[in-house]
């Protein structure tokens, strides 16, 4: 199994998003897809939230590919505590 990691800005990622950034999905409609069928796990169970929120340190595991989220800078501006 192919392992990679994914650096995101801010506090979380939604799954379907996740898939697609990291080329498992080749498209938002085939990322949603996965995890309608139940082929997805977030920190080794099923996922069946296509929105669901992946944090920095949670793995996800889909298509032979194990995804670690790190952490990066955080996100700063108006409203983003910056």
Known sequence: METMALEIRGEWIELHQLLKVTGIAGSGGE??????EGVVQVDGERELRKAAKVRVG????AGGVRVEVKGGEPLTGKGLGG
């Open 58 to 61: 949670q793995v996800v595991v």
């Open 31 to 36: 990322a949603k897809g996965m995890v309608s």
